[in-house]
């Protein structure tokens, strides 16, 4: 494959044009990891247009279950296939994906950490999910991201004072203005007793802050995902 041709294609989004440049390879060329992954992104690339996502999803699909059948104890797999596993909902490859990859960097990465809590709050394993929980907590205490799975996790658990609790210290550890409206998965929170308290204290909280900053609006973040 002229690789110049290969690049023209990518760069005028040709992405389909590229995939036939692949798949015109021999298949003992088209199977390597390399290729494999390029296949990959490119697929991840269609599915997030809404025009090509049926076509992308076809070609990801396809690719990862290569990738699974010849590289699969191999971490480039084992990373790519968390996405593959958890958006079908094998809990059992995704948990096993993330136990090899655990033991090959010597566990409490906080990548595969929140990985793994997200997909226990996606199942419903609770009780499971507290203690990894804890452990980002404590081990990654500036990572904001640890911080929102609480809210997550309380939101699953329906546990209100909880997650009223987790937003107002996000709030004010990393000053951040928090609308609720911005995600469907506040909505309930939102409309409780609770959340409708909890918005009447973070605007108080919000005027206070802005009045230490002589009055000058500070700029917050809004969290949005």
């Known amino acids: ?5 290969f690049g023209l294609k990518i760069q005028e989004g040709d992405t389909e044009g590229a995939f036939e440049l692949i798949e015109a390879l021999p298949e003992k060329v088209r199977n ?79 990548f595969l950490n929140l990985y793994r ?24 205490p500036e990572l904001e991201e640890s911080y929102w799975c609480q809210v997550q996790y309380g939101l699953a658990n329906t546990d209100y004072d909880y997650v009223a609790e987790r937003l107002s210290f996000i709030a004010e550890k990393f000053e951040l203005e928090i609308d609720l ?22 605007a108080v909280w919000l005027r206070k802050l802005n009045q230490q900053n002589s009055g000058t609006p500070t700029p917050h973040r809004q969290r949005k995902e």
């Not at 590289?71 to 094998?90: K, R």
């Not at 809590?117 to 929980?133: D, M, Y």
Request: with cysteine; proline share 2%; net charge negative.
């Open 1 to 5: 494959m002229r690789w110049q041709i």
């Open 32 to 110: 390597e990891r390399r290729l494999l992954t390029i296949k990959i992104m490119l697929a991840s690339r269609m599915m997030a247009n809404f025009d090509e996502m049926e076509r992308g999803e076809e070609i990801y699909d396809e690719a990862i279950l290569i990738f699974e059948s010849l590289y699969a104890d191999e971490p480039s797999f084992l990373l790519m296939g968390l996405d593959y596993y958890f958006i079908q909902q094998d809990w059992e490859k995704l948990d096993q994906s993330l136990n090899r990859l655990d033991e090959k960097v010597g566990g409490g990465d906080s």
């Open 117 to 140: 809590i997200n997909a226990f709050i996606e199942q419903g394993r609770f009780k499971e999910c507290e203690p990894v929980l804890e452990l980002m907590v404590k081990n990654f």
């Open 181 to 202: 409206d911005v995600d469907e998965s506040y909505q309930e929170f939102a409309d409780s007793e609770i959340g409708q308290s909890w918005k009447k204290k973070h």
